[in-house]
């Protein structure tokens, strides 16, 4: 009871972090698209871990197996399953807490949740690694998008104090989203090291950081979305808060335009050889829930990975009795720079399920 | 094209700001349920318009008639229907904008979604009225959830600047929260005269001015919600995203999660007379998805009124001319006093969806 | 828990047969789709009770009020909902039977669903009288469909054992159709007089009579619907069976085709005038969920009104004692006649639903 | 789109005929419930090709692998992922029609749907053989309602022109219902040697033939369902309409009903040993889209195999041409038999998410 997302573009997830697979059915994308094994590759890669030093040490493949909906490298119209197979897992890591309850983590809901049934091994369901579905369907609806002249990328907005500029809605263009999103480290800014220090930092302490990513979407035309309960924001929102770890997600200037007064929080219209423009974007390319022709920005606060090395107080969630608990087994001490695509993932499907609800 | 939402859950809205009238149906509550209709009155009168010096001088009735679903005072099991009839409009009011953007509002987006075929007498489908029959579903829902006993209520952290202390899970109750719904201003520390003291100035000036929301449920067991696309805080924003003028929304510590370290943002577990609690609540009452069993802490940034009386600068988005605007009629310079309840409806709801999911 | 039909096309239904009002939102409809309260009342006045002799003397308005959605004559885009508010309802007709099972309806079955909470008033939400807001629902669907180029109709293929010739897809035109849905007795042969013989018949014995519809839709092209869950048959059966009192779906051959060897139930593929068509339709208009041009053809079968005024067996199911029943009140003695527009209203409303999803 | 069914029980159905795999992930089961996987295998077996003298002669092993959502022999409450990867096809039988409809299947409504996209190997995702992964989800329902009491079985009704009698609502028991499953032919009466005669017979005149199957469940207990849109005859007969070659449902006496009076259709309710029962069951066990207690019982006309050997007048639907078309290949002369359990498994799933409604 968890797995289902979208009306127009249908999502369907399975799978835990240790047992046979993981993976994504997708239904709604239009026949005919052109589906690049190579980019979905591309895409796995930058969520997969052991591809940083910043990142976990365990190594997986995150190989897609297209199981259905895609012939001859288009897609068919029919539902698309794409497979990952588990491998490399090591269930005994975990066996030693497998009643204690790791802060942060979903242990004792989901135990609570699911009666004790639930696979727990690796945090089962639970796991970080049901992101990388996510992001094999979001290759898929960049794809989609791209068709329609939309580019999405994101970039790492801060990581514990270390904060960087924000994007600039007057000089985003696609072609700088998309170098950002071939960055290793995506950053406007040249606080790469800066960031990695605090990485870096944590992990000596047996401790872990977090961040908030800053995701921007270019070439979305003005019309898509709808007000109330199928805004884009409702949409994306929905999809972000699914990414295990995200705590807060705001559009345009966010948090900051409650404090703000009316005549600079309204952006004010005008044209731009005869195109519809606003002069700011505090709204983040969208007024009632639907697009205005601006770039859309969205910003995810990402919590620190709650797996740290160091004892921490908790319950035997079984026993009902109080514990320590010293979280075993390899764990990124930051997971932002692997969550990017995840986020940019994330805001292209909710867009993606917008413009299929307006091809109509 | 924008008014279904849930699954558990239904909720169907309709109406225009000058239409006959505006509505919700309401399916999936189970049989039984008291229906007070004295209770959903004090509910819309929390968000009815003309009630505070602070809100805008139209009175609306908002009286809900109930069409269905209610026998006898309770609940039938089959759909609800509420229906708001719109009076004292003035439609005339609005007649010299017509073709013209109103900076921050959708007149200018719902113009190209719907081709021109939008009502746009007072925002139309987009105004801020259709959070009403929100507030009605709401007030079914906190009758819902009060047989779970759950207590939700929500006071006003910020206005422009001027901000009061969070919610301290450790204190909260269900009292304290009734109490703090009772407030005509609902503030935990004496702020309101400085508030309003914001709005009145705001007013002065021809302008307007936002704030900061918070919400909190306490009494919500632990096992409420799912992991992914079905977890609480998925629900709660896709129904506060719906509101118009929510630009944020934050659980637990938020933002402020991003840059905490790990040890920090974990909420340790340990036992209360038995009960599992959190020592911390960073979290916000959620893990994985689903409720922890300790406090549902929420925020939302409600942006400042879009309709000023200051000149704005525009375009006529038929003839695609620049234009200056001055936005006539009765408008609120503030309307986060009387989004309180809208805040605390979406909320409800979301957890009403969790709740009939979970009782299986 | 009843009331929600449709992805691209949604319709809450609510509503109960002696409560304030019943009705139906619509939500995804396009904008600008002309709504001509005219055609709306026509549809209205064919499922009216009162119109003909054949069918009871409650007269009932059964005037739609369009509380939203409908601007100008045009659909906004955005929900409509249409309220016909109950007028007179008598009551006490039904007091003495309250808690004795009416065989052939829903009495116990809802009174064990709802736990004894449901409005039982003329049978509530159960009533037939719930499909109005289904006709009014189909009479814009069929609005949406004139542009599409589709005309639809039904006839009284039977009643009691009085049977007419099927539709024969040779011949069929749109034209033929409308003239169809003119008639106050629609049958293709003359044998009203031998139908309304059974229904008179039936009146005098304080009996009552069923019978088939046959419903066609001309000018679909090929290429709606989808295979498995989404088919055409599947969202026109699901419908369908929603109607109080139909037991019996099937399309083209039907269970005739069963008994065919497949030389015979395979329709031939051909060329006329460049257009593809087939030379049978054993297959009525759909392979494989999806329509291949041909026309639609779908039978419905009606059973007769289960509110009849001979004595009959059966339990007062609060106290679960035996009993015997006299249903008083005003009752049709058929309702196949009125259940004509009912059953298209259901074809349209599928094949809109269709259309929708198709023009992405 | 095709490919997502249901509410509170949610499917979505992937795969082609040739392609990688076929499968279904199914989401809403509680956590804890038994997984046999020895019973799952004999249910597919039921289906499975080359199993019987009647059927096909490819075999497929139709192993079902559990990729999700059970864990140490239980479901987890997670979603359930099945995957039977497909082994032994031999596409190329199929190379030489690829452009010539095949009459009665969807190549051309295929074709127009998706535009040409689709993979056409075997029937693609139009393939019968989609139905191994209903029967797997119905395998699951049957473990589910197993636990409530329920039992379900279906028996071939007719072939062609060989008819057996009905099921008799007074002396069906989960016994008989079980016994029926377990016979490699399922009849009640002694028409096993006769029915073969007419499958034979068509075989070797290079024919087809249908039938109808009448499937009965027992233990389900009133109340289960809701009227109108959820009633348990449209939600069993959408997903029935969903099996390639159902033309036809009904459900207790079905279309024959339309030929009664009120007084012999209308069941009569009683009491026996204190449970509420009809004396009669032309209702099938259903009123007012409710169960009511006594067994349910619905039929499914099944169209004769579309892929007969003879020469068959069609299209090339690529050059608009009329041809002559020979199917090649192995096909069943009769498919009845194998869709014995599919049609269980339809009525499993709708029942299922009746169930899973009710019980909250």
Chains 1, 2, 3, 4 share one sequence.
Not at 125 to 142: E, K, Q
Not at 184 to 200: D, K, N
Not at 253 to 274: P, T
Request: with cysteine; net charge neutral.
């Amino acid at each position: 009871m968890s797995g289902n997302w979208g009306r127009n573009l249908r999502l369907s997830i399975f799978g835990e972090s240790h047992g046979a697979g993981i993976g994504m059915v997708i239904d709604g994308l239009p026949a005919g698209l052109p589906v690049d094994e190579g980019q979905i590759a591309t895409e796995m890669a930058r969520r997969a871990p052991g591809k940083d030093p910043a990142a976990t040490a365990r190594k997986e493949a995150d190989k897609v197996r297209l199981l259905s909906g895609v012939y001859n490298g288009k897609t068919t119209g029919t539902p698309i399953c794409g497979l990952i197979e588990n491998t490399n897992t090591r269930g005994e890591d975990y066996g030693n807490i497998q009643t204690l309850a790791r802060p942060g983590h979903a242990d004792y809901t989901g135990f609570v949740r699911y009666g004790g049934f639930n696979d727990i091994r690796g945090g089962g369901h639970f796991s970080g690694r049901l992101t990388a579905p996510l992001v094999f369907a979001g290759a898929l609806a960049r794809a989609f998008l791209a068709r329609e002249g939309v580019e999405a990328a994101a970039h790492i907005l801060s990581i514990e104090d270390v904060r960087e500029r924000p994007f600039r809605a007057e000089d985003l263009t696609g072609n700088k989203l998309k170098k950002l999103r071939e960055m290793s480290f995506p950053v406007l800014e040249e606080r790469e090291e800066a960031m990695r220090q605090r990485i870096r930092q944590a992990k000596e302490e047996q401790d872990s950081v977090g961040g908030v990513i800053e995701c921007a979407a270019v070439g979305c035309p003005a019309g898509w979305g709808s007000p109330f309960f199928d805004s884009v924001e409702s949409r994306a929102a929905s999809l972000l808060f699914s990414v295990p770890a995200v705590k807060g997600v705001e559009f345009g200037a966010g948090f900051e335009i409650a404090a703000m007064r009316g005549s600079a929080a309204n952006d004010a219209l005008c044209l731009e050889k005869g195109q519809v423009r606003t002069k700011t974007n505090r709204n983040g390319g969208i007024n009632g829930g639907i697009t205005n022709g601006m770039p859309i920005i969205v910003r995810a606060a990402v919590k620190p990975t709650p797996s740290i090395a160091r004892p921490q107080q908790t319950i035997d969630y079984r026993a009902l009795e109080p514990a320590e608990i010293q979280v075993q087994g390899r764990h990124d001490p930051c997971i932002v720079l692997r969550a990017v695509p995840v986020i940019e993932a994330a805001l292209l499907l909710a867009l993606t399920e917008c413009a299929l609800e307006i091809k109509k």
